[in-house]
Each structure stands twice: as C-alpha cells, then as structure tokens.
T-cell receptor
Framework: DGGITQSPKYLFRKEGQNVTLSCEQN?????MYWYRQDPGQGLRLIYY???????QKGDIAEGYSVSREKKESFPLTVTSAQKNPTAFYLC?????????????FGQGTRLTVV | KQEVTQIPAALSVPEGENLVLNCSFT??????LQWFRQDPGKGLTSLLL?????REQTSGRLNASLDKSSGRSTLYIAASQPGDSATYLC??????????FGAGTTVTVRA
C-alpha cells in the first residue's frame, strides 16, 4: 500500500555521534519535507526538497543535513553540531511544490540523546 | 514571517458535545490551510484541506471554515466521541512553499 515510511521508530544517539533518519515514499510525490516537533511547540521546518537533487534550508537547518538523490528517498542526518537533538522528527511529502496540494506525513522517529 | 496560533491549548468535553477549535494566522496571503489530527507518539493524519478560494470544507462530522481576510479558521466536530480525543493541528502554506504550524489543541472527550 502507498504511503510514507520513516525508520527507525525509536533512535538513540550518543553525544558526538551523527545519526541518519530514513524517509521513503511510494506516492510518486516530488516534494518532501523534514519537521521537528518539541513538546508544546508547533512543527518546525528543518529542510525541504521540491525536486530530486535539490533542497533548501528551513527555519532550523543548523546541525542537520539532507540529500535527495532519488525521488522516493529523503534521508535526514542529525550531526554532532546539533546541540539539542532530542525530539520527534516527522517527514512529509506532497505531489509537487504547487501551493495547493495536500501534505501527507509519516509516523515519525523519536530521537533521544543518551 | 507567518505565525499560527491555536487557542485553547487544551479542551475537555463530555461525549456528544460539539467541538469548536480555533486557528489564527498573521499573514492572510496564504494558498491553503490544512487541519491534521495527531495521536500520542504518532504522525499526522490529514483531515481537511481548504484552498484559499474556498470558505469551507466538510468531511463526515468535520467541518472547517476559512476567513482569509481576518486570518482565521475554525474546525467543528459534531457529536464528539471518545475516539475523537487527540491533538488537532492547523497549518497554512504561504508563497514560500512552507507549511507553518500552530502548536495544536489537545482534545479530551469524556465518556
């Protein structure tokens, strides 16, 4: 069945480590997004990609990196430069970057620094 | 920068009561507004999408209105059920292609 798959569901990171969160979609969507969610706050945009091999920084890109080598995949790397990485990370996609299209979300990855 | 506010932050109602959830945004130059539902520890489920040219959308017991000029949207849920307990988020998309989210309203429907 079609959808957005995020893995792993839970991820633990030691101080100073880089970790990569996976996001895969089989909806044939052009646009993909990464958000971070903290308790009591709205979702904040980390990075987004409107097309393969292209991506832009969102509002809180520092300490994160992404790639978009394939249409269906948009992995997010949380680097050691991200000082407060513990959060719930959500990936989303939409048909294209057209401003009237609906966004769909994956089930999220909860990252904890230990 | 677009700011989205949802009031109240939490709401508790008895089963059967109608729910009214509010969303306001600072920049009225939006292209659409989307309402989502989030269960604890889960991702977001899209409920309704309202295009900027529309004034409302309906799906089952859900009805969402949009007043772009005043920067407001309201989500109505008729005859609430315990299964409606969740956090409801609204988001607007502006001409920078970004979805800006409110912090959500957490709803508890008491049986």
């Amino acid at each position: 069945d079609g959808g957005i798959t995020q893995s792993p569901k839970y991820l633990f990171r030691k101080e100073g480590q880089n970790v990569t969160l996976s996001c895969e979609q089989n909806l044939n969507h052009d646009a993909m997004y990464w958000y971070r969610q903290d308790p009591g706050q709205g979702l904040r945009l980390i990075y987004y990609s409107q097309i393969v091999n292209d991506f832009q920084k969102g509002d809180i890109a520092e300490g994160y990196s992404v790639s978009r080598e394939k249409k269906e995949s948009f992995p997010l790397t949380v680097t050691s430069a991200q000082k407060n990485p513990t959060a719930f990370y959500l990936c989303a996609s939409s048909i294209n970057a057209d401003l009237n299209t609906e966004a769909f979300f994956g089930q999220g990855t909860r990252l904890t620094v230990v | 920068k677009q700011e989205v506010t949802q009031i109240p932050a939490a709401l508790s109602v008895p089963e059967g009561e109608n729910l009214v959830l509010n969303c306001s945004f600072t920049d009225s130059a939006i292209y659409n507004l989307q309402w989502f539902r989030q269960d604890p520890g889960k991702g977001l489920t899209s409920l309704l999408l309202i295009q900027s040219s529309q004034r409302e959308q309906t799906s089952g017991r859900l009805n969402a209105s949009l007043d772009k000029s005043s920067g407001r949207s309201t989500l109505y849920i008729a005859a609430s059920q315990p299964g409606d307990s969740a956090t409801y988020l609204c988001a607007v998309i502006s001409n920078d292609y970004k979805l800006s989210f409110g912090a959500g309203t957490t709803v508890t429907v008491r049986a």
